[in-house]
C-alpha cells in the first residue's frame, strides 16, 4: 500500500469497525438504549412531597384515568341497600289452605256419620239405642286429623261443630271455604296476617249459621289463613346484583382535580393522590414497562428494515451507523430543547428542527427509512414534550412533528438535489404554520396574538434550521462514512468536473464510449432494480486511465497509425492492461467515492486481452493466458457487472458495420454468454434471469441509438462518385 493511502481517514476506521461480525447487533442494542435514557425521564411518573392535614401549594391534577374503587364499593353497597325484598304470591298455598279446611269438614262429617249410624239400634245387639257423646264424637275425629292440626285448634272448636246435624255442618263447610277461598285469593304478607283473618271472620258475620257454629267456623277460618305473599330469597338476590352491575366504576378521570391551591388535604384527598401515584411512597414499575414495549416495537421495525435489505454485513454495518448517529442526534435536539419547559415554555417543542433528521436519512440512505424514521420522531417527541399536558402523550406535538418530516421528505422529490433542501425548509416552515393553525382552530381555544405569533415564528425558525442542519451535516456524514449520495453522484456527473473534462479534452472517444457505456448501464440497472445513477456516473469515469496514453487506445487515434503494429504483444498488453490500475490510482488521488475505483479496478475483471494472446501466440507456442488477463478483481456488485458487460457491447457494437436488431441482440447474449463461461461474473450476486433482462434493456437502448437511417440522394451521388 503506498504512504498516501496510509494516512488516517474516517471512512476507513469505519471499515475496519464493519469487519466485527456481531456489531449490527450491538448497534440494534445501542439504539434501543439510546431510546430508553432519552424517554426514561419523561414517563418517569411525576411525585409530590406532600403531608397529610397539610395545605397544597399547587393545584394538582390527575396524571392518568384510574378507578377509584373504594368509591365504586361504596356506590355498589348503596344500590345492594337500597332494593328491597322480593315477594311472590303462592297461589298454591292458597289451595292447599282450602283443601285444608275442606278435608276437615269432611272429616266431621264422616265421623257424624259414623256416629249416627251407630245409635240405630242393632238386630244382634244386646244393647239396644247406645248414644256417642259430643266428647267421642271428637276423640273419634281427633284420630282422623294429624297431630299439628290437633295442636292448633282446640276442643272446644270441635264440639259445637260434632254435634250438629250433617246438613248443618255442609252449610258451614260452603260458608268457611268460600271465606278462606276469596281471602287467600289476594295477597297476604306476614305483616297483614292479622287483618286477613279478620277479614275472614267479617264474612262469615252474614252467614245464616247458629251462633256456636258460627264461631266454631270462624276459628277454622282464622286457622286456616295464612301468608301467601312470601319472601323469594333468588329474585331478590338477582335484582341486588343488577342493581350492583348497573352501578358504573368511579374514576379520577385524566386533568381532574384532586386538590386546589391552598386547599387542606385531608385524607380522602391524601388517599387519591396515592391513588394516582404522586405520593413519594409510592412507585410504579407500569411505565417503564410500557416504555420497554414500545422501543422494543421501534427496534424491531428498524431490524426488519435493515436485515430485509440484500446487502453485505459490511455495508448494512456503515448505513446502520450512520443511521443511529443522525436518529441520535435528532433525539438529542429535542432533548436539549425539552429542558427549556421547566421554565414555563411548555410550547418550545414547535420550534425543534425534527425534519432535519429525515432529511438527511432520505438524501444519504433511504426514502422508506426517512419514513418510518419520521414517524417514530413522531411519538419520541410526543412524549419527550409531555410538561404541561395531562398525559403522558403530547399528540398535538406528535402531529405536527409527522407533518414536518414528511413534508420534507415530499419536497426533496426523487432526484436529492442539494439546491432543493432550503427549499424543502421553507416548505417544511409553511406546512408547519399551518398545522398549527388546524390545531389551534380543532382545539376551538382563545389565544392572544403573543401566543399566536410566537407559535408562527417557532414553526418557521423549525423549518429553516432543518435545511440549514441538513446542508451543514451531509459533508460531515458523507466524508466521514465514505458514502456516496444521490447529491453527490449528480455533482460528480458535472462535465466541468476536472476529471470529466480531462477525459473530454484529452480523449475525445473514450468520452464518447463513456457515455454510451453510461447510457446502457443506467437503463439496465434501473430494469433490475439496481442503482442506476451510481452506474451512469461511474461509467462516466471508468476508463479515466486511458488519459495516461490516450494514443494507445483505438477509439482515440484520429489520423495517427496504431502505435500497436510498432510494439510486441507483451508491451501492448501491459499499456492495455495498465489503464484498469491507473484508473484506480488517478481516481484514489483525487479522493474520488471508493465505488468509483472498484468500478475502474474491476470493470474488465480477469478477462482475456484475446487480440494480443493469439498475436503472441503466433510467435511464441509457450505462452499462458494467465499473462494475458487482467489482474482483477472480478465485478464484486451487480453494477459494475453491468458496466463491465456495457463497456463491451458499446466497442463490439460499434465495430459492426451494418448492425441491426438481430445482429444487435445476437451480439449482445453472445458477449454475455462468454462472460458466463469465463467465470467472470461468479463473485456478484447477479442471476441469470436478471441477466436476460440486461440484455433485452441493451437491445432496447443499442435499436435507438444505432436506428436506420434515410438514405439522402445528394449523398448516394457522392457516394458513386467516390467508388467510380
Do not use: W
Not at 458496466?643 to 463491451?648: K, P, V, Y
Amino acid at each position: 500500500m503506498k504512504e498516501k493511502e496510509k494516512r488516517f481517514k474516517p471512512h476507513l476506521l469505519l471499515k475496519q469497525l464493519n469487519q466485527y461480525r456481531f456489531l449490527h447487533i450491538f448497534l440494534y442494542v445501542t439504539l434501543g438504549f439510546v431510546l430508553f435514557a432519552a424517554l426514561y425521564s419523561n414517563v418517569k411518573p411525576e411525585t409530590l412531597d406532600v403531608e397529610l392535614f397539610a395545605v397544597s401549594e399547587q393545584t394538582i391534577y390527575a396524571p392518568t384515568t384510574v378507578e377509584d374503587k373504594v368509591e365504586t364499593e361504596i356506590k355498589q353497597q348503596e344500590a345492594y341497600n337500597s332494593v328491597e325484598d322480593q315477594y311472590t304470591l303462592k297461589r298454591d298455598i292458597s289451595e292447599k289452605q282450602v283443601d285444608l279446611v275442606s278435608s276437615i269438614f269432611d272429616a266431621m262429617l264422616e265421623v257424624i256419620r259414623e256416629t249416627e249410624n251407630v245409635s240405630l239400634p242393632e238386630e244382634d245387639s244386646k244393647e239396644e239405642g247406645k248414644t256417642i257423646t259430643p266428647e267421642e264424637k271428637v276423640t273419634r275425629l281427633k284420630e282422623k286429623l294429624t297431630p299439628a292440626i290437633n295442636d292448633k285448634i282446640s276442643k272446644d272448636v270441635y264440639l259445637p261443630l260434632v254435634s250438629t246435624t250433617s246438613e248443618e255442618l255442609t252449610l258451614a263447610k260452603d260458608s268457611v271455604v268460600t271465606a278462606v277461598n276469596n281471602v287467600m285469593s289476594k295477597e297476604i304478607p306476614i305483616i297483614q296476617l292479622s287483618v286477613a283473618k279478620d277479614q275472614v271472620e267479617e264474612e262469615l258475620e252474614y252467614s245464616s249459621l247458629r251462633s256456636d257454629i258460627l264461631r266454631a267456623s270462624t276459628e277454622l277460618g282464622r286457622f286456616a289463613i295464612v301468608p301467601n305473599y312470601v319472601f323469594n330469597l333468588e329474585e331478590t338476590e338477582l335484582k341486588r346484583q343488577q342493581a350492583i352491575d348497573g352501578v358504573k366504576e368511579v374514576q379520577l378521570k385524566q386533568g381532574q382535580i384532586i386538590v386546589e391551591e391552598d386547599e387542606l388535604i385531608n385524607r380522602e384527598v391524601y388517599r387519591k393522590l396515592g391513588l394516582v401515584g404522586l405520593l413519594d411512597n409510592q412507585q410504579s414499575f407500569k411505565p417503564f414497562i410500557g416504555l420497554g414495549l414500545l422501543i422494543v416495537l421501534i427496534v424491531i421495525g428498524v431490524v426488519y428494515y435493515f436485515e430485509q435489505q440484500e446487502q453485505n454485513d459490511r455495508k448494512r454495518n456503515n448505513v446502520l451507523l450512520l443511521y443511529c448517529l443522525i436518529f441520535s442526534i435528532t433525539l438529542l435536539l429535542m432533548k436539549i430543547v425539552s429542558l427549556f419547559q421547566r421554565i414555563d415554555y411548555t410550547h418550545i417543542g414547535y420550534i425543534v428542527p425534527v425534519a432535519m433528521g429525515a432529511m438527511l436519512i432520505k438524501l444519504l440512505i433511504s426514502e422508506r427509512l426517512a419514513i418510518l424514521t419520521s414517524m417514530i420522531l413522531a411519538v419520541c417527541g410526543s412524549i419527550i414534550f409531555n410538561e404541561g399536558v395531562t398525559g403522558s402523550f403530547n399528540f398535538a406535538l406528535g402531529i405536527y412533528f409527522l407533518f414536518g418530516c414528511l413534508a420534507g421528505l415530499l419536497f426533496l422529490g426523487e432526484h436529492n438535489l442539494r439546491s432543493k433542501i432550503l427549499q424543502a425548509g421553507l416548505f417544511v416552515a409553511f406546512m408547519n404554520v399551518l398545522v398549527i393553525t388546524a390545531i389551534m382552530l380543532i382545539r376551538n381555544g382563545t389565544y392572544s396574538n403573543l401566543e399566536i405569533g410566537s407559535y408562527f415564528v417557532m414553526a418557521c425558525v423549525s423549518g429553516l434550521v432543518s435545511s440549514v442542519l441538513t446542508i451543514g451535516f451531509m459533508p460531515f456524514f458523507e466524508t466521514g462514512f465514505g458514502i456516496l449520495s444521490t447529491m453527490k453522484l449528480i455533482e460528480l456527473s458535472n462535465p466541468n468536473h476536472p476529471l470529466l473534462r480531462k477525459i473530454l479534452t484529452e480523449t475525445p472517444g473514450t468520452y464518447h464510449h463513456s457515455v454510451m457505456v453510461a447510457n446502457l448501464s443506467e437503463s439496465a440497472c434501473e430494469a433490475i432494480g439496481a442503482n442506476g445513477l451510481l452506474a451512469r456516473v461511474g461509467a462516466y469515469y471508468h476508463d479515466i486511465g486511458k488519459t495516461k496514453r490516450p494514443q494507445y487506445f483505438i477509439e482515440n487515434q484520429m489520423n495517427i497509425e496504431n502505435p500497436h503494429n510498432k510494439l510486441s504483444a507483451q508491451l501492448s498488453k501491459n499499456i492495455i492492461i495498465s489503464h484498469a490500475t491507473d484508473g484506480a490510482d488517478m481516481l484514489r488521488k483525487h479522493k474520488m467515492p471508493i465505488e468509483f475505483v472498484d468500478i475502474a479496478e474491476q470493470h474488465h475483471g480477469t478477462s482475456l486481452l484475446k487480440y494480443f494472446f493469439h498475436k503472441a501466440k503466433q510467435t511464441n507456442d509457450s505462452i499462458y493466458e494467465e499473462e494475458f488477463r487482467y489482474p482483477g478483481p472480478k465485478p464484486q456488485t451487480k453494477e459494475i457487472a453491468i458496466i463491465s458487460i456495457a463497456d463491451s457491447v458499446e466497442a463490439a457494437v460499434r465495430s459492426m458495420s451494418n448492425p441491426t436488431p438481430d445482429k444487435i441482440e445476437k451480439l449482445v447474449r453472445s458477449i454475455i454468454s462468454e462472460r458466463l463461461q469465463d467465470h467472470q461474473l461468479n463473485e456478484c450476486d447477479i442471476t441469470l434471469k436478471e441477466l436476460d433482462t440486461i440484455a433485452m434493456s441493451f437491445c432496447e437502448t443499442l435499436k435507438g441509438i444505432f436506428h436506420s437511417r434515410i438514405e439522402y440522394p445528394e449523398l448516394t451521388k457522392k457516394q458513386k462518385v467516390k467508388q467510380a
